[in-house]
Every structure is written in C-alpha cells, then in structure tokens.
C-alpha cells in the first residue's frame, strides 16, 4: 500500500510540474523531477525487494539481485542528498549572492545537465571499489536482505559516509 502511494504521489508531483510551462522552466523544478524520477526507481526497485523479502521472511532471489540491490540503495541515497546539496548551492547563488546562472558562464541547460550527470555520477564513482570485489555483500537472516559485509566493507563504508552522506548534507 505504501509503495503504491509512494508511486502515485512522485507521478503526480511529476504531471503537474511538466504540463505547466512556467513550472519547467524554474530550474528548482527540473531537480525535483530528478528528484522524483530517482525515488521512483527507489521505490520500485529497492523497496518492492524489501517488502517481498519482509514478505516471505527470506530472500528467494538469485544472490546477483540481492548484491545488486546494495548498491542501487546507496546510488539512490546518494544521488537524493547529492541533488539536496545541488539545490541548495543553486538557491545560495540566487538567493544570497543574487547571482544567476550566467554569472557562473554557463548556460542554464548546460548548468542542470552538469548538476543532475554529477548527482548521479558521484554515488557511482562511490560504489566502484565494492563493484571490483565480490566479497562485499552478505545476506543478513536478521534483516533479511543484503548488507554491505562489516569485515571487508570497512574503507567502503567510510567512502559512503565522508563523501555521500557528509559531504552533501555540510553543503
């Protein structure tokens, strides 16, 4: 019921800020769409996993599912704060300096391309090193889906932290 609400509710946030010009054209809106898009594959993806996995009391998935679901969870976390911390450097431009985009030399469209390939690409680049190793991931009974494993997930842990956690929320 949740996911359903979840999905129906970044649908209609999405409808609404793309039917109306004047909502396109504010750059804010353009990352909440983003915004959005991301918390719809979170929800579908992710969540949908771990509700079937609460569901039936264990993961009944090839494991590749479950190590793939680790990772898609932190992009998706990453890439909301990255977009949170992204918003926030565009309004303290605007708002405090009374700047605009051009004031950076850079078109708007160029300027939200950059800001949404850079939300998403930081998260990634986090993940890399447990991409490599496959060693990364266990299944916990207790939690009943994949974590990252705490005896050789210790440097990765601490990449997920310092630069996707961090680093967007001090901006």
């Not at 990252?148 to 901006?171: E, H, T």
Request: glycine content about 4%; charged content about 10%; aromatic content about 12%.
């Amino acid at each position: 019921l949740f996911i359903l609400f979840g999905l129906c509710g970044d649908f209609l946030i999405i409808i609404a800020i793309l039917r109306k010009r004047e909502l396109r054209n504010n750059l804010v809106n353009i990352f909440i769409v983003s915004l959005q898009l991301n918390d719809i594959f979170n929800i579908s993806f992710n969540q949908f996993l771990v509700g079937l996995s609460y569901m039936s009391m264990k993961w009944y998935g090839p494991y590749i599912i479950c190590e793939l679901f680790v990772y898609t969870s932190i992009i998706c976390t990453g890439s909301l704060l990255w977009h949170h911390a992204l918003i926030s450097i565009h309004r303290y431009l605007v708002v405090v300096c009374n700047q605009s985009i051009s004031y950076l030399g850079m078109s708007p469209k160029l300027y939200i391309t950059l800001s949404l390939v850079f939300a998403r690409l930081i998260p990634v680049l986090v993940c890399m090193p447990a991409l490599y190793r496959r060693d990364m991931t266990v299944y916990s009974k207790a939690a009943l889906r994949c974590l990252l494993a705490p005896r050789v997930s210790g440097m990765q842990n601490l990449l997920i932290v310092l630069i996707n956690m961090l680093v967007p929320c001090i901006i």
